[in-house]
């Protein structure tokens, strides 16, 4: 009996060590295994933005939108210089995607917003923008809303997102609405600046940015690109831009959009092409041809500066026209950023 209890405890301190050893190999590989995946894939990205979308029983429409970034990210912009329809007008719409060095980023900026115009429930704004940002480490949103007003009334727009404003048996608004759909290694955000919902089941969005990213191995891209939306004060009123310019991720040749809208002059600026872009520290110029109230054979030239985070009160912009017309100050609104 002794004998056997003995010969028992002999064999497990000698089977002891192999199963422990066993066992440490294959924990050691199922770690390694998702470790691999995700070093071995590429990072992917995902993102769209839009100025103004549009949704009722007879349209559905979105206008300044960049579309889909595509996986391997990149960037895409859209540019339109006014919208009119039956429930929302806007200036000067500017939108942004992009995705790169591990961050996915979308922004979109909209002028002189007005939703159910000359309604009792009028929505009004001087100027409405949002962010959305991605990266490994997780999301962040913001938007930026300037004047905002609701039948007349002023609304004082707080700090925390998802703000409501509920006019029963009407309209319900959600003032910078960010809704978070991370999961896994995904990091996934899509920030509303202005989301309006009517009991008829009509819907307006305004300014709206998506960005997400899942992570693997990622690469620097070469870039040197600006872009901005916002605006500055002029003598007798405001002037809207929205410009995007500057070597984009991945290409070779410079490229970009400018709108700019003074309302005091009426002077409305599309630019055709750009031709130079140039700069030194956070300050970028560029120029090119461009159209003057529709009418062609002008040229513009625009100098930028990124001078803080956010922009409003810290940034600059200033423009000039071959026809004389020039126009510079910080920014009242807005953003400016520089990529590089």
């Known amino acids: 009996m002794d004998d056997s209890i003995g010969n028992n405890r002999r064999v497990g301190v000698g089977l002891r060590p192999t199963i422990v050893l ?41 206008f300044a939108d960049t579309g889909e970034l595509p996986a391997e990210g990149g960037e895409i912009d859209a540019t339109v210089l006014s919208v009119t329809t ?78 409501e404003i509920n006019v029963p048996g009407v309209l319900r608004l959600v003032i910078n609405e960010q809704i978070d759909t991370s999961n896994g290694r995904t990091s996934s955000i899509t920030v509303n600046a202005l989301h309006l ?3 008829t089941g009509d819907e307006v969005i305004v300014s709206s940015a998506h960005s997400d990213i899942t992570c693997g191995r990622g690469t620097h891209v070469q870039k040197d690109f600006m872009t901005g939306g916002g605006f500055i004060e002029v003598n007798g009123g405001k002037a809207n ?34 031709t130079a872009y140039d700069g030194t520290g956070t300050t970028r110029t560029f120029s090119g ?13 625009v100098t930028a500066s990124d001078v ?32 590089t």
């Open 22 to 62: 066993g066992m440490s190999v294959m924990i050691a590989i199922l770690m390694a295994m998702p470790m691999a995946g995700a070093t071995g894939a590429r990072t992917t990205f995902s993102g769209r933005a839009f100025g103004v979308s549009v949704h009722t029983a007879f349209l559905n429409l979105k």
């Open 86 to 163: 039956d429930v929302a007008q806007a200036n000067v719409l500017l939108s942004v995607t992009m995705g790169f060095d591990q961050r996915a980023q979308s922004d979109a900026a909209v002028a002189d917003v007005t939703l159910l115009p000359e309604s009792p429930n009028q929505i009004t704004a001087v100027f409405v923008s949002a962010e959305s940002v991605a990266t490994c480490n997780g999301v962040s949103g913001s938007s930026e809303i300037v004047d905002l007003r609701v039948g007349g009334q002023a609304i004082v727009v707080g700090t925390a997102p998802n703000q």
């Open 197 to 199: 919902t009517l009991f």
């Open 241 to 274: 831009f929205g410009f995007v310019a500057g070597l984009k991720p991945g290409k070779t040749t410079i490229s970009g959009q400018l709108n700019y809208l003074d309302h005091a002059s009426g002077i409305r600026v599309k630019a055709e092409t750009i």
């Open 289 to 301: 041809d461009a159209t003057i109230n529709g009418a062609a054979g002008y040229t513009f030239s």
């Open 308 to 339: 803080a985070e956010p922009g409003r009160g810290a940034d600059t912009f200033s423009i000039s026209l071959s026809n004389g017309y020039s126009a510079s100050g910080t920014l009242a609104g807005g953003n400016i950023q520089l990529h």
